[in-house]
């Protein structure tokens, strides 16, 4: 793909947030593009594991998903590419059969470049609607939902691209990135007493702004007398626990963690080298940074870490009572370094990398809120179905798009998944 890429992924993410919905799509479809950019049709269509997906399916995912959500909602529309509707459908039963997700990788038809079209195709055909006035109501909560889905997927072709680029034997460079100056935060703790908050958002689209069903209906939790670490657990103190032999002794794991661990022959997060020196990134192998964030953990990994340190993981209450006292700043991948950096300078007494940089587990598992409602129809297939077996993360990564989290935004993940931009920060009991 002849695209100059720090240029393309500038011109998406520099300036002010669009005025319109209609510039809004342009630029969150844009900015797709541009993240595959670096990736050859060779690199777009693989699929290290069953859980990543490639680049082009992503890059047609999406499209499908607004043109069925937004376009087909028409009376009489006639799909783009009818015998495409199963490779691009992922887990919507109720629209009809979807390819194998663990398949994707087979799918060397159709080309890249036609999966491009495609896109530009289904963009003209939404600009069309805006032109002609035909975007109701309906339609608009539809493209809203598939912004932030798209989103998402932005941040899951990075993580799978570096699965599958780390696969390699090669392991070559997603492509160039700086490495960021690194500055050393000590560790702190930060009491909290026993209180009762507000958890969650209103019910979108019933009200403003934007929110995810499972982020709903906001209610109350009391939450117990706790100490919150105020920053995430970084590389060097994880490797102390590596050297101290954390993955050789059952003591800290979870039953399930440790078994997991033994067979699949864990010694070091996913992405380390084999002496905890080096790391591979999506811009290549480079020297571990003692003071960043450790990423690419399981929950299990996670879990241990905690209890080998005499803590545990936070609650998902606990975690966004107090980010709901900070701005949501930190490291996104709209700053380009697609890797988590060391944090800024503590300017109080408050937490910080609440979030970007990495995404934080939490001992709470996914489960729906009192009074939860899916949204209607096929999209309440979208998060409520899948409430069962996963964790919690809060606070976005490297890799999420700035303004696509908020304090209340709750994503989730099997407890044994490594690939993702995961960490943890450390909490206690009492105040």
Known sequence: MHISTAALLRSTTAGAVPATLAQRFSTVRARSVAL???????????????????????????????????????PGYQPLQPHWQVLFNSYYQSIGPAHARARRGLLSRPSLA????????????????????SMDAQARRHLILGLQHEQQHQELLLTDIKHALWSNPLQPAYRQLQVPA???????????????????????????????????PRHRVLVAAHRLANR??????????VEAGGYREPGCWLSQGWELCQAEGWQQPLYWDAHCQREFTLGG????????????????????????????????????AAAATVPPAGH?????????????????????????????WTSSAYAAYPGFRPLPGSLG?????????QYVLRGGS?????????????NFFAPSARWQFAGLRLARDGA
């Open 36 to 74: 595959a950019a670096p990736l050859s049709a060779e690199d777009a269509m693989l699929q290290s594991m069953p859980d990543a997906s490639p680049a082009k399916w992503h890059l047609a995912h999406t499209s499908w998903f607004f043109e069925h959500f937004v376009l087909a909602a028409q």
């Open 114 to 133: 036609q999966v491009l079209d495609y896109r530009t195709a289904v963009d003209a055909r939404i600009a069309a609607r805006f032109d002609e006035g």
């Open 182 to 216: 690194s500055a050393a935060l000590p560790l702190g703790w930060i009491d909290n007493a026993e209180r009762i908050v507000e958890i969650g958002a209103p019910a979108w689209p019933q009200h403003a702004p934007f929110a995810y069903d499972n982020e709903s």
């Open 232 to 241: 995430p657990v970084n590389n060097h103190e994880y490797r102390q626990f």
């Open 285 to 320: 192998w480079r020297a571990l940074d003692p003071h960043a964030p450790v990423s690419h953990l399981s929950y299990y990994e996670a879990d241990a870490y905690a209890r080998w340190a005499g803590a545990r993981l936070p609650t998902e209450f606990e975690w966004e």
């Open 332 to 360: 996104f991948a709209d700053d380009d370094h697609l890797h988590p950096c060391t944090p800024a300078a503590a300017t109080g007494s408050g937490p910080v990398q609440l979030f970007g940089d990495v995404w934080e």
């Open 381 to 389: 297939e979208y998060n409520g179905k899948f409430m069962c077996g």
């Open 398 to 410: 490297c890799a999420t798009a700035r303004g696509h989290v908020r304090a209340s935004y709750r």
